[in-house]
């Protein structure tokens, strides 16, 4: 597959964010993607969205992965999921896109590094937002680029929030706890991620709390502080299901603040609000042009796919395990199982 230029992709599973987002992104970088494929429980779920994407239809995630033609998978279901049919993909030679949380445990996820490394396969979990133009910008703002000064001064400690009201239908996939549901590998999962992404992959989790629903089953919302041990710097992250919607990151400096407003979910269409509050300057508000973080991280994964990228693909697998083992060390932290 080395220096293969377009790559047949195939789609295992209906969710709402394969339609709404990854198949139009997909069907934008034809120089890159062929969509080959969408394989569901039934060939009835899948029929309409091939046909919109003029593709074939597959009447189970094994008739997919059988389909030789087929470079590489997107893989949205649920969490609960994940490790069977990431390690089925791989078996079958396909290289990995799956959503986060690529799994339940630390065990899964290393399980999954191996086999990849062993078959020299792509397999990335998509933090989509890694990829917009505002996290670079945010990183260089506070100095985290080389050679550019913060514009807020030392870093002191940093705040990151995620979470949104309850999902009206009841049977949502996120308050079933034999699917992987809960709040920390769904809201939660973003918070630890860019924890790491600004704190430095050096990263321990010191406090942890995380409050379960009676009626689910599963944590609802929770909370806890990340600590750098060799610079002190701490983030601290609350995120959760049953919340006034937040999304974004406050970064408290030695001369100011940041502080963002669509970190993780930022659209197409949006332009991204940076507020820098400084004694000198008073607040400021910048726009961030916008960008398809989506489209983005597409561009990163047929890079990883098509090309034989060791190093780069070694850097994916060693980020997956760091975000695994935070999630275990969460949830250790704060006593839950």
Known sequence: MANKKV?????LGAAGIAQRSILPALASLSDQFQIAGVGSRSRDTAQPIAAQYECKAFGSYD????????????????????????MNALHA?????????????QREVAEMIDVARERNLALIENFQFRFHRQLRALQRLVGLEDGVESSIGDIRTIRCSFGFPPFPDQDNIRYQKKL??????????YTLKVATLLLGTNVEVSTASLIADDTFGVDIHGSGCLINPDTGITA??????????????????????????RLFTARADMHPVFEIETADNGLEKHSIAKDDHFVNMLRHFHELCAID?????????A???????????????????
């Open 93 to 105: 030679g396909k290289h990995v896109l799956c959503e986060k949380s690529l799994g339940c445990t």
């Open 319 to 337: 980020q997956n395990r760091i975000q695994a083992e935070l999630l275990d060390s969460f949830r250790q932290k704060a006593n839950y199982r």
């Open 180 to 189: 992987g549901g809960g709040a920390l590998l769904d809201a939660g999962a």
């Open 7 to 11: 790559l047949n992709i195939g789609i």
């Open 236 to 261: 601290h992250i609350a995120f959760g299901f049953d919340h006034y919607y937040q999304c974004g990151v406050e970064i408290w400096g030695a001369k100011g603040r940041l502080r963002t407003n």
């Open 309 to 317: 990228q060791g190093p780069k693909r070694a850097e994916e697998y």
């Open 63 to 86: 008739a997919l992965l059988q389909e030789e033609s087929i470079d590489a998978v997107y893989i949205p279901l649920p969490n609960g999921l994940h490790y069977e049919w990431v």
